[in-house]
């Protein structure tokens, strides 16, 4: 799985967008980059995946570019409960083997008020 | 639709007890995974199973035996605790070892 670079931490006033970046520059064509985030204490939660077009759903929106090199996650009005630590992920989607999913230190998202 | 669960939530073990740690998903996920998380630090994956009948392991094994004699259920055994076993484990569930992983809330476990 490619490897990904992601800030150690970052500040959100609540109501504004929170954008979290995501470098992935050894992607390769068959990996999907996932985010996943994980609330103080809580199991993961997976939040959304894409592969290279921009991809919306109901928590928050990807955006990648077009060399798929790095993306961005986008919460778009965040509030204090979105405040967590934020996983980028690449990784190879369909597989007969499995894989481990790697975690690495991502990125600690703190909303204020 | 429970999802992942994972009982219990705490144990505390005194050093050389055994524990399983329980683990079951009714979304009728064929892979399953047990991981570890230290303060401060990722997840690191302890052993996965790929379907019934079927376990390996993953990074950290060593001290933990996994069995999967159904596809809901998959317990972690530890063998004779130790204080380095102290952490947080988390089950995790997909359809398949590349799809969505859906994590359970986690158990704490401390080893003195």
């Known amino acids: 799985d490619a490897k990904t670079t992601q800030p150690t931490s970052m500040d959100c006033a609540e109501g504004r967008a929170a954008n979290l970046p995501c470098n992935h520059s050894t992607i390769s064509g068959n990996e999907y980059v996932y985010w996943y985030r994980q609330i103080h204490s809580q199991g993961p939660q997976y939040i959304i995946h894409?592969?290279?077009n921009n991809e919306t759903n109901e928590m928050a929106s990807l955006i990648i570019t077009e060399d798929r090199k790095s993306s961005t996650l986008i919460l778009p009005h965040a509030t204090l409960r979105d405040t967590a630590v934020y996983y980028c992920i690449v990784r190879v989607r369909y597989t007969g083997t499995a894989s481990k999913l790697t975690f690495g230190t991502g990125t600690r998202l703190q909303v204020t008020l | 639709n429970a999802g992942v669960t994972q009982t219990p939530k705490f144990q505390v073990l005194k050093t050389g007890q055994s524990m399983t740690l329980q683990c079951a998903q009714d979304m009728n996920h064929e892979y399953m995974s047990w991981y570890r998380q230290d303060p401060g630090m990722g997840l690191r994956l302890i052993h996965y199973s790929v379907g019934a009948g079927i376990t390996d392991q993953g990074e950290v094994p060593n001290g933990y035996n996994v069995s999967r004699s159904t596809t809901e259920d998959f317990p972690l055994r530890l063998l004779s605790a130790a204080p380095s076993q102290t952490s947080v484990y988390f089950c995790?569930?997909?359809?398949?070892?590349?799809?969505?992983?859906?994590f359970g809330p986690g158990t704490r476990l401390l080893v003195l």
């Open positions: 894409g592969l290279k």
């Open positions: 995790a569930s997909s359809s398949n070892p590349g799809e969505t992983q859906y």
